[in-house]
């Protein structure tokens, strides 16, 4: 699997998820212990991510367990969802919701 580098493509849940699933297995493939996963995905980042993680090697905030590298990893690139989608999806629901109500009330009549 190519590093992970954190471009626009790779900030979804989806890609994330996948890129950390993968190194996952593989580490229970090759029967890694706990205490080398860390070190050994850190060489597999590249780009801005590179930058991230020696910024907390630097402040000696690195994470000493797997869960916890996955927890700011994902705080760190994981991108909440744009104003935009999140009206878009609001919309839909409101729409759904006021179609519904129409056919129930004409299903149901003006009584």
């Known amino acids: 699997m190519k590093?992970?580098?954190g471009d626009k493509k790779e900030l979804t849940e989806e890609a994330i998820s996948t890129w950390l699933e993968h190194w996952e297995s593989h580490f229970e493939l090759h029967c890694k212990?706990?205490?080398?996963k860390i070190a050994y995905v850190s060489r597999e980042l590249g780009g801005k991510v590179?930058?991230?993680w020696c910024g907390l090697h630097n402040a000696q905030k690195l994470p000493t367990v797997g869960d916890d590298f996955v927890d700011i990893f994902k705080k760190q690139?994981?991108?909440p969802p744009s104003k935009t989608e999140t009206t878009k999806n609001l919309l839909t629901l409101l729409v759904g919701n006021f179609i519904h109500l129409k056919t129930m009330f004409i299903l149901l009549g003006p009584n």
Do not use: R
């Open 3 to 5: 590093p992970y580098i």
């Open 33 to 36: 212990p706990s205490h080398t």
């Open 50 to 52: 590179v930058a991230w």
């Open 77 to 79: 690139f994981l991108q």
